[in-house]
């Protein structure tokens, strides 16, 4: 059993910064992969950062230059530093981690509760 547990939403003004965090915990032998996702209301769900072991941070179009997606140096929790906040980044933000349990190293894929933001105009 993995657990992802998010925090650090908020309402923030239109230009303000917000810094997400994603942390994992449970029978982990190694973390992959974790991800930020998001979903405003209406729409579906999208990726909007993640970050696999040993590499860089990869972006959506929409936020590439403004967010910032780490690591720390267990691997096992990731932040979402997000700066120059627009409105339409208002939505409800999901941490996904993928990876290998150790129970038989069997695979795993985890999303978290989410964790709310709001940007107002």
């Known amino acids: 059993q993995v657990q992802v547990v998010e925090s650090g939403g908020g309402l923030v003004q239109a230009g303000g910064s917000l810094r997400l965090s994603c942390t994992a915990s449970g029978s982990i032998f190694r973390i992959a992969q974790m991800a930020w996702h998001r979903q405003a209301p209406g729409k579906e769900r999208e990726l909007v950062a993640v970050i696999r072991d040993g590499g860089d941070g990869q972006y959506a179009d929409s936020v590439r230059g403004r967010f910032t997606i780490s690591r720390d140096k267990t691997g096992n929790t990731v932040y979402l530093q997000m700066n120059s906040l627009k409105p339409e980044d208002t939505g409800h933000y999901y941490c996904?981690?993928?990876?290998?349990?150790?129970?038989?190293?069997?695979?795993?894929?985890?999303w978290g509760q989410g964790t709310q933001v709001t940007v107002s105009s």
């Open positions: 996904f981690a993928e990876g290998r349990t150790s129970i038989a190293r069997g695979p795993f894929g985890s």
